[in-house]
């Protein structure tokens, strides 16, 4: 296992900055959308498409390349800006989130966005399409390997079980699930409205491989994403642990910052804030 260069460490952490960046502007813009969410997953989505995918923006739909399947689609405004950055589409694409005519949903759709490669928007159907990916994958001689992105209040879903299931019967180990463990959901704390915990102990009676991890924490993910990779009899979960609206100090770990868009007032002090983070 190897870790990361400090030029590496540095391009992620400069790529996790500019999505939470755009992801503020976006939802201001669009006065809708999901920040809190996003924010918590953006240092997964940005060390994914800076360091860990094999993709190329330019050929999107290349037979061998590796899938990202965000399973928790009201983060889409994260996975947007992660796409843009890696060159798939212009930026100024971004600031016409949730517009009448333009391509960015409020949700992914896969056949109007370049890099997305899963619609999703229903709680827990992306993670059994995932599923479904990774199966063919495995099929195919491990031609590819397979990321879903899963939030914590989303295992609430028993659908996820079923796949959970089906995955570790057929030990697909060309899956990863990576869990964005924040704690809150629209509703509040996920452990009041319908607790999933625990989480690692659940998947590893579906015959998972398990590694828990600081979601923020760059090198540690990169050394779980190896892990997985290199895990050949079972699937992998990445349990992540994460703070909802990372990065703006009001908004973190804050249920309302779930779903509503900042005021104009709030993008300013917030944009401050997210500019001067390290």
Excluded at 8 to 26: H, S, T
Excluded at 72 to 82: D, E, N, S, V
Excluded at 218 to 241: D, G, N, Y
Aim: aromatic share 6%.
């Amino acid at each position: 296992m190897t870790e990361l260069t400090v030029e590496q460490q540095q391009q992620v952490k400069a790529a996790a900055k500019q999505i939470r960046k755009d992801v503020l502007r976006m939802v201001t813009k669009a006065n809708s959308g999901h920040p809190g969410g996003s924010f918590s997953c953006a240092d997964l989505l940005a060390l994914l498409y800076e360091v860990e995918l094999h993709v190329d923006p330019r050929v999107p739909q290349l037979a061998n390349r590796d899938r990202v399947v965000l399973s928790k689609g009201h983060a889409a405004p994260a996975l947007y800006a992660a796409l843009a950055h890696k060159g798939y589409f212009p930026r100024e694409e971004l600031w016409k989130l949730r517009k009448i005519d333009a391509m960015l949903q409020g949700h992914p759709d896969m056949k109007h966005t370049p890099g997305v490669d899963m619609t999703t928007g229903s709680l827990g159907q992306g993670f059994s399409a995932a599923c479904g990916m990774a199966l063919a994958a495995q099929s195919d001689q491990d031609a590819f390997h397979v990321f879903a992105v899963l939030g914590d209040g989303e295992l609430q879903e028993g659908q996820v079980w079923e796949a959970a299931m089906f995955a570790g019967h057929y030990r697909l180990h060309t899956l990863t699930a990576c869990i964005d463990n924040n704690g809150l959901q629209i509703d509040g704390n996920v452990t009041d409205v319908m607790s999933p915990l625990p989480i690692a102990d659940k998947f590893r009676a579906f015959n998972w491989h398990v590694i828990e991890a600081d979601g923020h924490d760059i090198q540690a993910l990169h050394a779980a994403i190896q892990e997985a990779r290199a895990e050949k009899s079972a699937p992998t979960a990445i349990v992540m642990k994460t703070i909802k609206g990372k990065g703006v100090r009001e908004m973190e770990n804050q249920a309302g910052w779930h779903g509503k868009a900042p005021s104009a007032e709030q993008y300013t002090m917030f944009a401050a804030e997210l500019e001067g983070e390290d």
